[in-house]
């Protein structure tokens, strides 16, 4: 079985600053990771993935996240906000490379960006 | 590519009616779809996996009888909420699954009176 944490409901960032969501997760097996965003009245939209190889992931626009083992962890990061990243975020964690198989994807609670002017 | 459809967007129906929601591939081949539930300011919770053309799987705790899913062909899936009551009113999210990830459908809000 896995399961996933995010650290914090809301968080709020200038625009322009670091923009950090905290992903933590765990798993009985190797995980697959996910992030995924989700805008108002929209559905979901794959922003990167981690399955295997480099740790360190990059997505759509302008995200990133790392994959540490020994953390359990998978947060996402980008270096400046834009008005436009203001949405819902979700991090989720899956037994199979496309997010499918036997299990599904197993999301976290979410953590909605706000992004201040 | 990879585009996951959803009808109806939103609808409201009577306590005690059946509901049906459509969920599509429009550009792949999902031999996998998986539904899920999703409560305000919550996270996407999995109802059930179907697969084309056997049986849903069903998380612990969905009732099967009330959420029929049908995976007929490997572009649709159906899930039929029967027999609705206003605590089933959510937002139903499908999603299919491609080579490289999950696509998600834009969701269904059910609202039942």
């Known amino acids: 079985a896995q399961s996933v944490t995010q650290l914090g409901s809301h968080v709020s960032v200038s625009e322009g600053a670091l923009v950090l969501l905290r992903c933590n997760y765990s798993?009985?097996?190797?995980?697959?990771l996910f992030w995924y965003v989700q805008y108002p009245n929209q559905g979901l939209q794959l922003l990167l993935k981690?399955?295997?190889?480099?740790?360190l992931v990059k997505g759509i626009n302008g995200f990133e996240a790392e994959f540490k083992k020994s953390e359990t962890s998978f947060h996402l990061t980008k270096p400046s906000a834009h008005m436009s990243d203001a949405a819902e975020y979700f991090c989720?964690?899956?037994?199979?490379?496309?997010?499918?198989?036997?299990?599904?994807?197993?999301f976290g609670k979410g953590t909605h960006l706000i992004i201040q002017p | 590519g990879a585009v996951v459809s959803q009808h109806p967007s939103r609808v409201i129906c009577k306590s005690g009616t059946s509901v049906k929601i459509e969920c599509r591939s429009l550009d792949f081949q999902a031999t996998t779809m998986f539904w899920y539930r999703q409560f305000p300011k919550q996270s996407l919770m999995l109802m059930a996996t179907?697969?084309?053309?056997?049986?849903?799987?069903?998380e612990q705790g969905v009732e099967k009888d009330k959420f029929l899913i049908n995976h007929a062909s490997l572009t649709l899936s159906t899930l039929t909420v029967t027999s609705a009551h206003p605590e089933d009113s959510s937002f139903y999210i499908c999603s299919g699954e491609g080579r490289l990830a999950q696509y998600f459908g834009p969701g269904t809000r059910l609202l039942v009176l």
């Open positions: 981690y399955t295997t190889g480099a740790t």
């Open positions: 179907s697969n084309e053309g056997s049986k849903a799987t069903y």
């Open positions: 989720a964690v899956s037994v199979s490379g496309s997010g499918g198989g036997a299990d599904g994807l197993t």
């Open positions: 798993s009985s097996v190797p995980p697959y």
